[in-house]
């Protein structure tokens, strides 16, 4: 698989994923109750420790499919969709939705780095879990709330997602400029429960069938060795 001829954008071209009729295209869902904090993991083991766990934060539109992505890959242990860069301390999905709290719809992966890299996640960020070059919306979701990040833990993070993008930026990799932004973590908040893993719970949804099992072929089919079935 080549980084640099990402098959998402394609998709979007051929206005599959543009979809309208709200309600049924739109990333909604049942009335939320308060978020929790979750907790991150320790940071990674200095070097040449073994480290077995370590997490990344990204955000690519409605988290639901960007979860789902993470979720089917192999080396990653979870994958929690959440809120991140914003002021609120604990915002519900009804605050985030009005795009004024600042935070994205994000999802923080766990994975064990000896079984898959950061720079692999990157990669499948990048490649099938969304668009980069949509400003402040993806697909059928508008706002601010659906912006492209990767939040970085630290200085390493921060200097792989900066590399990477220069490289698809290099090579023209998309048909627009890149707007995803590269930004400090300082906090995440876990969405409600009625999202996590709300892809498997409803993989019949109109909006999971237009917007996000797209994705899952897409990793399935420019990935396989790192794609996980069930």
Not at 14 to 22: E, I, K, M
Not at 100 to 125: C, K, N
Not at 129 to 140: I, S, V, Y
Request: hydrophobic fraction near 40%; charged fraction near 15%; charge should be negative.
């Amino acid at each position: 698989m080549s980084a640099h001829h990402p098959s998402y954008p394609s998709r979007l071209a051929s206005g599959v994923l543009l979809a309208s009729a709200a309600g049924l295209f739109a990333c909604r869902a049942a009335p939320a109750r308060a978020s929790q904090t979750a907790a991150l993991p320790a940071e990674p083991a200095p070097a040449g420790v073994a480290a077995s766990v370590d997490t990344a934060v990204f955000a690519g539109g409605c988290f639901w499919g960007v979860e789902a992505v993470f979720e089917h890959l192999n080396g990653v242990s979870n994958a929690v969709s959440g809120y991140a860069g914003g002021k609120a301390r604990a915002p519900s999905y009804e605050e985030v939705s009005t795009g004024t709290t600042g935070h994205a719809e994000s999802v923080l992966v766990v994975y064990d780095p000896s079984r898959i890299s950061y720079d692999q996640l990157l990669q499948v960020f990048f490649t099938v879990a969304h668009d980069p070059t949509q400003l402040d919306r993806q697909g059928p979701d508008v706002g601010s709330q659906y912006r492209s990040v990767v939040f970085y833990r630290n200085d390493a993070q921060r200097d792989a997602a900066q590399r990477y993008i220069a490289k698809l930026e290099a090579a023209k990799a998309y048909h627009a400029p890149i707007v995803t932004q590269v930004v400090p973590l300082a906090a995440f908040n876990e969405a409600e429960a009625y999202h996590q893993d709300y892809l498997a719970h409803h993989p019949h949804q109109p909006y999971i069938v237009i917007n996000d099992a797209p994705k899952l072929k897409a990793l399935e089919r420019e990935f396989p060795a790192l794609y996980r079935k069930g």
